[in-house]
């Protein structure tokens, strides 16, 4: 089982830059597909952003070329760098393992908002 703890949400701009952090505990971490979810109000929680034990990463379209995921396993963390946020990219921002066998438990999320 991994724990998970976000960090590093708060409150910007339109066109303004967040680095978001994961800090995760158990030894899975190091060979599982790592995510960033985000859920809105009223809405359903999507995956925006995940990487593989080795690097690999994938992009929703509503984030490609803004949003940029990485991982130091050595440190068992795992980012997310946005930039060029916008207004709809306003949510709750978790991070979790992303294939069905490894996801665990949901921590508390950080809030991004995104307002002029």
């Known amino acids: 089982q991994v724990q998970l703890v976000e960090s590093g949400g708060g409150l910007v701009q339109p066109g303004g830059s967040l680095r978001l952090s994961c800090a995760a505990s158990?030894?899975?971490?190091?060979?599982?597909?790592m995510g960033w979810y985000r859920q809105a109000p009223g809405k359903q929680r999507e995956l925006v952003a995940d990487?593989?034990?080795?690097?690999?990463?994938n992009y929703a379209d509503s984030v490609k070329g803004r949003f940029t995921i990485s991982r130091d396993n050595a440190k068992n963390t795992v980012y997310l760098q946005m930039n060029s946020l916008k207004p709809e990219d306003t949510a709750v921002y978790y991070c979790?393992?992303?294939?069905?066998?490894?996801?665990?438990?949901w921590g508390q999320g950080t809030q991004v908002t995104v307002s002029s």
């Open positions: 990487i593989t034990s080795g690097g690999i990463t």
């Open positions: 158990g030894t899975i971490f190091r060979i599982v597909t």
């Open positions: 979790n393992a992303v294939h069905l066998a490894t996801i665990g438990p």
